[in-house]
């Protein structure tokens, strides 16, 4: 089977810096991959590392590491319309589905 | 990004009623779409892998008569909730991966569909 764990719940004010973290669990694995949601919305890709080290795509950067089964999402400078639910996935092996995490809600104060 | 297109966006069907969503992919050709289903302030949840030109493969506990998912050409998949019932009202999402893209396993989602069966 396949599992992820991410924080439920990330508050910060405006202008912050947040990591969301990651662990999975999974019999297979092609890569992570991160999602944004607002409420009511689809999912808009953010971010995807096959391999180990740091992707940075503007505000928005995520890391992986294989050997520790670990990933986090790194938001900077906070604005308030990053409000959102975030998601990492897992590529496994069969046929490139993803298995979601949880979600972690961050709300962003002024 | 890829561009993958679903409607309706909002569907209120009688129960018992069958409701169809497509989803389409509108500037790439998808041999593989999935669908999801979300529960409010939960994760997606995997229902089924759409192939086209061959049977969907349906997530343990999903019953593929329920739900029908048709992939007649590389550019639309159908989702279809046959007999709805309350319990099926959810939020229904589809995406698609872009495999002439470099980074292939990326999946790009379509707007989704919220289906009230009252």
């Known amino acids: 089977g396949q599992s992820l764990e991410q924080p439920s719940e990330v508050t910060a004010v405006e202008g912050a810096i947040v990591q969301i973290n990651c662990t999975y669990q999974?019999?297979?694995?092609?890569?992570l991959s991160w999602y944004q949601q607002h409420d009511g919305g689809a999912p808009t890709f953010l971010s995807y590392?096959?391999?180990?080290g740091l992707e940075e795509t503007g505000r928005f950067s995520s890391f992986l590491s294989r050997s520790d089964s670990y990933g986090y999402l790194l938001l900077q400078e906070l604005q308030m319309k990053d409000s959102a639910s975030y998601f990492c996935?897992?590529?496994?092996?069969?046929?490139?589905?993803?298995?979601f995490g949880g979600g972690t809600r961050v709300l962003v104060k002024p | 990004g890829a561009v993958v297109s679903q409607h309706p966006s909002r569907v209120i069907c009688k129960s018992g009623t069958s409701v169809k969503i497509e989803c389409r992919s509108l500037?790439?050709?998808?041999?593989?779409m999935f669908w999801y289903r979300q529960f409010p302030k939960q994760s997606l949840m995997l229902m089924a892998t759409?192939?086209?030109?061959?049977?969907?493969?349906?997530e343990q506990g999903v019953e593929k008569d329920k739900f029908l998912i048709n992939h007649a050409s590389l550019t639309l998949s159908t989702l279809t909730v046959t007999s709805a019932h309350p319990e099926d009202s959810s939020f229904y999402i589809c995406?698609?991966?872009?495999?002439?893209?470099?980074?292939?396993?990326?999946?790009?989602f379509g707007a989704g569909t919220r289906l009230s069966v009252l």
């Open positions: 999974t019999s297979g694995f092609y890569g």
């Open positions: 759409s192939n086209e030109g061959s049977k969907a493969t349906y």
């Open positions: 995406s698609a991966r872009d495999t002439s893209r470099l980074a292939k396993n990326i999946q790009y």
């Open positions: 500037d790439f050709q998808a041999t593989t």
């Open positions: 996935a897992v590529n496994g092996a069969a046929g490139n589905k993803l298995t």
């Open positions: 590392n096959a391999l180990d």
